[in-house]
């Protein structure tokens, strides 16, 4: 079947559709005997009993009801709970669910087909945080701002109906509801579609992992969906291998399917799949890849949906085009931060012993870790071979909501290494061959913080706040309980607001700076580098570490053409051969020939 391009609708079992007949509800409830209708918006409100229909079904047609029509299901013989596959709730996650007709919104980008991957360069942002508003509007204000830069994609962090107005995103708990503190869904909606009239792809981040700690009604009614076989950090694990996991897999792969298609969203990053635990002979992330490809083949052929990972285990095995496309490579990140701050406190301690090496192996191939002991985890083996990988694989970074949040003050590279440093490590990531990434403000060197931010009720507010200063009490510089009193609280209103960019700062001249130097890079990057990337395999590239902190990587190109990096990440120049072919970007274009000054950059390509 093919879709309606200009009344985009995914259809599904779940939640509500829009019949001749009228709206038919529908939701899983294998806990219960009994379901209930609350239509809040009519008198009395009245409760409509809904027929049971096998497997934990129920279901009730209401020809009276449809857009706008406010309504709860009733279990447990009293409790009032939203649906889990709400369309909206406009008064947050213990509010009542709205009904929504899809097909309502007119889709102007029916010619849009995507972008090729290889065209990538992502910018992740917070909608909350990224503009004074923290409104969908305002992040189609900045679009053109966004293609200036030379941004091909945006992403955007978590938008699924979280608790409170203020949440980093990944709290959700009604997976297909966009939160209502950023929006209508229509307001979404216009976002996409005016990205894409500028040619920029919207990807959209989700978590299939685990769902948020308030408003999740699930385990009353569906106590399936969770299982006490496999835990995860945030308790007993979504239950994908169990009796009953069949509507559990279907859950999330139509919420996939329904961002995709309903929303016109270019891919999904999918968040820390490493805690999903699946013993299926088919793994979900599999199922998942498979029917996505298959759907969209089927309903919208020839265009381009991009899916990737967070994988923290460095699993390879899910890695590739008729699979995931693509996963956030912390090794890149962690290995560049090493190098440009010096840090090797937590995870960087598995970087420090040689990060030129895991540097230039992340480049060359793929994970730095590919089944080898890593200290951090008490000699743990991490990792799977990953060089018979194209380089487009792995997406590369210098900042990431994780990376910058989840410091005890939400600091930035530019607060804690020096902009010499910066730079370099920024033409490293951006002109590779790997998709480079950015996080929102990055590119002009933002002064403010990207602090941990949440706005959950009473009873896990102080528990919260408590937990992540007791988690930086493990680190020496936090050990003092009055220290620890320091970091924000991530409950205070204050906290996200002091992590909203500070657009007037770039009339400030260094902010400016640093946004010419980003835009040159990124120009250079579409010049240079794109137009030689398509059909570029894995297994052809080398590296050599130089000195201790001197490196060459080498790659053939897609084309033919070769691409060679040199690179000096030190206060002392090197000697070094000098690379043939033609001077791409260098950032001390006046240095001796055979020398690297120091914090040096040179890209070089030959072509045929």
Known sequence: MILDLATRRHDMDFGVEMTPQGARFRLWAPSCERVALCLEEQKHEPVLSMDPVGDG???????????????????????RVPDPASRYNPDDVHGASEVVDPTAFQWQDVAWRGRPWEQAVVYELHVGTFSPEGTYAGVMDRLDYLVELGVTAIELMPVADFPGTRNWGYDGVLPFAPDSSYGRPEDLKALIQAAHAKGLMVLLDVVYNHFGPEGNYLYVYAKQLFTERHHTPWGAAINYDGPGSRPVRDFFINNALYWLQEYHFDGLRLDAVHAIADDSQQHILTELAVRVHASIAATEPGRHVHLILENDANQ?????????????????????????????????ADYADAPFKHLGRCLAEGFAYQNDASAFRDGEMRGESSAHLPPQTFVAFLQCHDQVGNRAFGDR????????????????????????????????????????????????????????????????????????????????PQTFFSSKLDWASLSNPSHAEWLSYYRALLKLRQAAIVPHLYGTQGGAAQYEVLTPTGLRVTWRLGDGATLQLLANFSDESIK????????????????PQGELSPWSVLWTIKTN
Not at 58 to 70: C, H, N
Not at 576 to 591: D, L, R
């Open 57 to 79: 079904w129920f279901e009730l047609i209401v020809p009276s009801a449809g857009p706008g029509t406010r309504y709860r299901f009733e279990v447990n013989e009293g409790l």
């Open 413 to 492: 590279i530019t607060d804690i290494a020096k902009p010499e440093a910066v730079r370099a490590a920024a033409a490293v990531f951006l002109l590779a061959p790997n998709i480079p990434m950015l996080f929102m403000g990055e590119e002009f060197g933002a002064a403010t913080p990207f602090q941990f931010f949440c706005d959950f009720g009473d009873e896990l507010r102080d528990a919260v706040t408590q937990g992540r200063r007791r988690e930086f009490g493990k680190f020496a510089r936090f050990a003092d309980p009055e220290t620890q009193a320091t970091i924000p609280d991530p409950n205070l």
């Open 576 to 591: 070094t051969n000098t690379p043939t072919g033609k001077t791409v970007f260098a950032t001390h274009p006046t240095e």
């Open 316 to 348: 390879a095995r899910f890695l590739g085009s008729a699979q995931y496309i693509a996963q956030w490579n912390d090794d890149i990140h962690h290995a560049l931060h090493v190098l440009a701050t010096g840090e090797s406190d937590g995870y960087y």
